[in-house]
């Protein structure tokens, strides 16, 4: 069974600590790993990546897949309090055309 | 930029009641997805459809239907309401869906089941 699993789950941290949050994967089929903000509204298109090694970065998040470990991980650095959300990882592949396979997410809390 | 569009923001209904959400994908994107959230669940894929044709199916109920119109925009119809159908219903664009393009969310319709 297609699966994708991020943790931690939850993170408590203060403004300018430096976060790393996981997925770890196992999707047959494997197309693209995607990234998501979501706070209390519609998930917000953070990255996507589809080749091992490449750091995707915008501003202080970055993100790197590892295609061979099958994970990925999302960098905050210099958290800020409007950084505090629940950040999904979705796996685009398995028997589908295109639909997203979502983790539970990471609800990340960053307090001043 | 324009982004997704869905209507009602917001619909309360009661049960065995039937309810028709709407969805108006980014200009151009050619593929829509809908997704169910529970409180507190992550997104759950619904249905998709690509060039008007549905192009995958996932955890749909039979009550639920769905289609994708001529100018794109797409319709999810749930008919026999139950109290368990109380989510938030995403949709999302992307454009030649059938590889998992980015896909840009919707603000969703919260829908209540009373």
């Known amino acids: 069974e297609d699966k994708v699993v991020q943790s931690p789950l939850s993170l408590v941290v203060h403004e300018g600590d430096t976060v790393t949050l996981n997925c770890s994967y196992e999707v047959t089929n494997f197309r693209s790993l995607l990234w998501y903000k979501q706070e209390k509204k519609a998930p917000t298109f953070l990255f996507m990546l589809?080749?091992?090694?490449i750091e995707k970065k915008s501003g202080r998040l970055s993100s790197i897949l590892d295609k061979k470990e099958l994970f990925s991980i999302l960098n905050i650095t210099a958290t800020q309090t409007g950084d505090s959300a629940v950040y999904l990882c979705?796996?685009?592949?398995?028997?589908?055309?295109?639909?997203?396979?979502f983790g539970k997410g990471t609800k990340l809390s960053v307090k001043p | 930029a324009a982004g997704v569009i869905q209507s009602p923001r917001h619909l309360i209904k009661e049960k065995r009641e039937t309810a028709t959400l709407k969805c108006y994908p980014i200009p151009r994107h050619d593929t829509v997805y809908w997704y169910q959230q529970g409180p507190g669940q992550d997104p759950q894929f619904l249905i998709s459809?690509?060039?008007?044709?549905?192009?995958d199916k996932g955890s749909i109920p039979d009550r639920f239907s769905a289609q994708q119109f001529s100018d794109y925009h797409s319709e999810l119809n749930m008919s026999s309401l139950e109290l368990g159908d109380s989510a938030l219903y995403f949709c999302?664009?992307?454009?030649?869906?059938?590889?998992?393009?980015?896909?840009?969310f919707g603000p969703g319709t919260r829908l209540t089941v009373t």
């Open positions: 589809t080749s091992s090694g």
């Open positions: 999302a664009s992307s454009l030649e869906g059938s590889y998992a393009y980015e896909q840009y």
């Open positions: 459809f690509y060039e008007k044709m549905q192009s």
């Open positions: 979705a796996v685009g592949g398995g028997g589908s055309q295109g639909n997203l396979i």
